[in-house]
């Protein structure tokens, strides 16, 4: 089992920046490749970024990429989000994910194993 708890959301003007972070717990952490979903209101959640638990190999979504960094701090469990440049459109519930690194589970929601209870990022124009 694992837990996620996310933290570092907020309320922030286009162009901006906030660090999102999910501090994780659970005996078989070290398993799993860590990331990043989040949901806006009346659209389905959607794979944001993802890392491998060594941190060598990171995966982003095009509507990121350039804008976004994933890391990740293996002494203290913890997953982060930078997220610069921000828009309007990257307002969402954020969720913090768990899953393996197998070349599918991060295609979309249902390959996640464990979730984070979700942190809410509101950007405005």
């Known amino acids: 089992q694992v837990q996620l708890v996310e933290s570092g959301g907020g309320a922030v003007q286009a162009g901006g920046s906030l660090r999102l972070s999910c501090a994780a717990s659970?005996?078989?952490?070290?398993?799993?490749?860590m990331g990043w979903f989040r949901q806006a209101p009346g659209k389905e959640r959607e794979f944001v970024a993802a890392i491998t638990w060594s941190g060598s190999s990171t995966l982003y979504a095009d509507s990121v990429k350039g804008r976004f960094t994933i890391s990740r701090d293996n002494a203290k469990n913890t997953v982060y989000l930078q997220m610069n440049s921000l828009k309007p459109e990257d307002t969402a519930v954020y969720y913090c994910a768990a899953a393996p690194w197998d070349g599918r589970s991060w295609l979309g929601p249902r390959g996640v194993h464990f979730w984070g209870q979700g942190t809410q990022v509101t950007v405005s124009s």
């Open positions: 659970g005996r078989t952490f070290s398993s799993y490749a």
